[in-house]
């Protein structure tokens, strides 16, 4: 069994380290990630991190840097001394942002971000808490290019303070290590904000890949419940089925003790609805059932296997950095034992139950009407306002059939039987394009966008002129010219 985890401090910053196989790993860890930014001002997080790493000197250290929903991590492995000097690196950075690569590093993200598209748990979170939050993980950064030093500047200030940050090492904090990070209060995160869902439902999508999401209660009783449930459908899906070849879940905490979980899976074309159906129904059968007793005593035995290898050292003070930052006491590993083996099927069930009133599943189009008994999520994001009524131009782009309509409340595009709403009081942000374009982009606290293009319209230039009035206080983005070419 791994030893105790050490918490010690350096130059105010919280330090937890315990033993591990050499070389030293560590991990400089701070509380902000995606869901500390806006719409307009997405990818604040992602540039502070690489004007950061683009800064440091030549190494032959194995170092990176990541961004995630609500943490960025910069991290180490090598020899104590270089791993110290790395990190002190780091601190100076953050301290005194380096913006000379401002620009190159914007252009650098923007190509990221095209080449690595989107995921279902961003997808997932995006309809479920909308574009603030947690839910910007699944929208793009549309302003990068536009994000100035002193925008890109207080976000570090904010968020990169020692009161904000801990690092974690597997082995005692090397000799001088230094830690200068600048002081300041602790950033508050607001409430996550929710759309009114009805759930459960389901949401079909463009994509070949099913998943179902669900909220829960944070604790071991979830994860166990989580690794359970994936594992019950490897063996169904894969190994008995061939229906699919990977099967996995993620995690994510909201606040107020609840967590937000993924169970995804891919499916071949042709067999998408079969792996959707056995999806939903296992979730079903264990929040009513629980696992067996034997499927039980196997997640214990891997997490016996886990902790009995030196190895684990690093994710041990890696979840004891991150359970410090949301102000929790690290656990030990025997703690975490006695748990899991208390459990049972019965408090594993009750641990997954609101995921039979919380859940989302995510389906494919390709996909025939598998699940009758459970609602299809529609996309209008409330009722449509009423207002002035502007018919589609012949030669505009908007669809054939379709109506917009701008009103005191917000703007209504509907499209046959559908339509789309965004309300001027639920805007998080505008895009705006020049003026020869007469193009706005509203884009909805819900997550979705709502195109309003001056020349697809009759009157349309009276309909985007009202929109901006409408949303004067709102936060403006520049719109990439390859929006609104023709």
Known sequence: MSPLVQLVEVDGVPVVWRQGPEPLSAGLVLGVGRRDETFAHGGLTHLVEHLVMGSLPKSHLDRNAS????????????????????????????????????????????????RSGGDLVGLLLLTRYGGTGLGLSGLVDPALPSLGADLVREHARRWCVRENAVLWLTGPPPPGLRLPLPSGARPVRPPQRRVPLALPAQLRYPGSDPAVSFEGQVGHALTTAARVLADRL?????????HSYDVDWHGEPVDGGVGHVTVLTDAKEQEVGDVVTSLWSE????????????????????????????????????????RLLRGHEPERDEAILAELEALTPDAVAQALRPALTSALVLVPEVAPPVLPDVPELRDGAGEPVAGGAHKRRLRGDAPRGARLVVGDEGATLHLGDDSLTVRFDDC??????????????LVGGHGLTLVLCA?????????VAQALARTAGVLRYPVRAEAVDR
Do not use: I, N
Not at 88 to 107: G, T
Not at 431 to 437: E, I, P, V
């Open 455 to 463: 020349q697809d319209w009759k009157d349309g230039d009276a309909a």
């Open 428 to 441: 998080v942000a505008v895009g705006t394009a020049s003026a020869d374009h007469q193009h706005v982009e």
């Open 67 to 114: 961004v995630g929903p609500g943490s960025t991590e910069f991290t180490a492995t090598g020899r104590p001394e270089a791993v110290a000097a790395f990190l002190e690196q780091v601190c100076l950075a953050l301290a005194d942002l380096p913006v000379d690569r401002l620009a190159v590093e914007a252009r650098v993200l923007a190509a990221e971000e095209e």
């Open 283 to 322: 979730v079903q059968r264990m929040a009513h059932d629980g696992p067996t007793q034997a499927e039980l005593d196997h997640d214990l035995a891997g997490a016996r296997e886990y902790f009995a290898d030196p190895r684990s050292a690093v994710a041990g003070v890696q979840a004891a950095a991150e």
């Open 234 to 242: 490897t063996d169904r899906l894969r190994h008995e089925g061939g």
